[in-house]
């Protein structure tokens, strides 16, 4: 049998018209996916960077929507509820509500949630144009020396930083600050929060750093950059502009219902109903830390005030980075390829950049578990999981996640 990640996209939309509620029709789906890059990886978001809604953010951990309908269309049956766990940049809801298929997603980063749920609400366009002009006018009254992104905002994120280098330019930070207190002036709660994920997704062009990686590099020669107050102004209408247009495009769909549920998926996934699939990319254990990789958002858009939310946020991440020290605990989790990988990394511990990745990638697989147990009770009888994961290596010492995570997932049930 071909693996249903491989068909082409004629064959992905012929899938969709199987899957798709007849409620929703077929029309929006496809029109949606034609601008879908055919010559990339599903398993990334590369193919969906001028898609409507995807195009909003930059979302460099993504699988593509694509892979969402060929999964969904691989089902013995057409489902009509899928969970995502991780909810990321929200391929998975946006995809299944476009084709009419309920979703519940969690999602721990408080941006990265306020991201989906801009995504899958349904707004007027008129709405947004209303929402930005009083968001603009608001900013033009507010005081700039009043302004701050937060008593523990790192000191490297504006002018003159810490050792000459800095994330902003005074201008431009005070510029995306004022916008920021404008959202204020902003009645409606939908279009508050599109702005405010809509400034967010400026945040890196207007500034002296581009992601790379696992966090942050800066840019050549970025202090010949120097970004101006009205180069903030004109990214900021350009996103909003470009939102508009696909708010208008797609206006008319009936979407199904997505939940959105804010938290650590560890716990809140327990407030899920049940459903036919999941379809989802968990982090990888790359020691990636993802409120690293987001925290300009965080800080700059008031999601973090103080060192103690974004610790708090991070200790509710699952396991995989070493930000912080993680003991495993728990108990063997039955995976015979896990035991020997975790011995092979103990004897070359003293070559790894930093000794504390054995007891991370052990903690990465029991939280994993706990995921997939949870997973196993909100799943209906026949029900699959279809996850997205990538391996990792430490010191030549393969991580084979995949192998792990079906001998987990054959242990749990």
């Not at 202090?223 to 107050?229: E, G, I, K, N, Q």
């Not at 470009?242 to 407030?271: C, M, P, Q, Y």
């Amino acid at each position: 049998m071909t693996a249903f990640w491989t068909a082409d996209l004629s064959e992905t939309l012929s899938s969709a018209r199987r899957v798709v509620n007849a409620a929703t029709g077929t029309r929006d789906i496809e029109n949606w996916l034609r601008a879908y890059d055919i010559t990339a990886l599903p398993s990334t978001n590369t193919g969906a960077a001028d898609l409507a809604f995807q195009r909003w953010m930059k979302f460099k951990e993504a699988f593509s929507p694509k892979f969402v309908v060929d999964a969904l269309a691989s089902l013995d049956r057409p489902p009509t509820h899928c969970i995502d766990p991780f909810g990321g940049s929200g391929t998975t809801a946006l995809t299944c509500s476009l084709l009419g298929v309920r979703c519940t997603t969690t999602e721990v980063n408080p941006f990265l949630a306020d991201l989906i749920e801009a995504k899958v609400t349904p707004l007027r366009p008129t709405a947004l144009a209303d929402a930005y002009v009083a968001c603009v006018d608001a900013a033009e009254a507010v005081d700039p020396g009043s302004l701050s992104p937060g008593a523990g905002a790192p000191a490297s994120l504006r002018e003159p930083g810490v050792g000459g280098r800095f994330v902003f330019w005074s201008e431009a930070m005070d510029r995306i600050l004022a916008l920021r207190a404008g959202l204020m002036a902003v009645d409606d709660e939908d279009a508050r929060r599109m702005l405010r994920v809509l400034l967010g997704s400026i945040l890196i062009e207007a500034s002296n750093v581009v992601v790379n990686g696992k966090g942050r590099r800066y840019r050549g020669g970025w202090m010949r950059r120097r970004v101006t107050a009205d180069q903030v102004d004109r990214l900021f209408d350009d996103a909003v502009a470009r939102a508009a247009r696909d708010l208008k495009e797609f206006s008319g769909r009936t979407r199904a219902d997505v939940t959105i549920i804010r938290g650590d998926t560890r716990v809140r996934l327990d407030d899920a109903e049940q459903a036919d699939v999941a379809v989802f990319s968990p982090p990888y254990p790359n020691s990636f830390d993802y409120t690293d990789v987001y925290n300009l958002e965080l800080w700059m858009l008031g999601y973090l005030d103080d060192s103690a939310s974004n610790r708090a946020l991070r200790l509710s991440t699952l396991r995989s980075h070493v930000q912080v020290s993680w003991s495993p605990g728990g108990s063997d989790l039955g995976s015979p390829t896990l035991a020997l990988t975790l011995l092979d990394l103990d004897r070359v511990r003293h070559r790894l950049w930093n000794p504390n990745l054995v007891s991370m990638v052990e903690a990465y697989f029991q939280d994993m578990a706990v995921v997939l147990s949870k997973l196993r009770d909100k799943l209906a009888p026949g029900g699959k999981a279809i996850m997205v994961a990538g391996d990792s290596r430490y010191g030549d010492v393969r991580v084979d996640v995949g192998s792990i995570m079906a001998e987990v997932g054959t242990e749990l049930g």
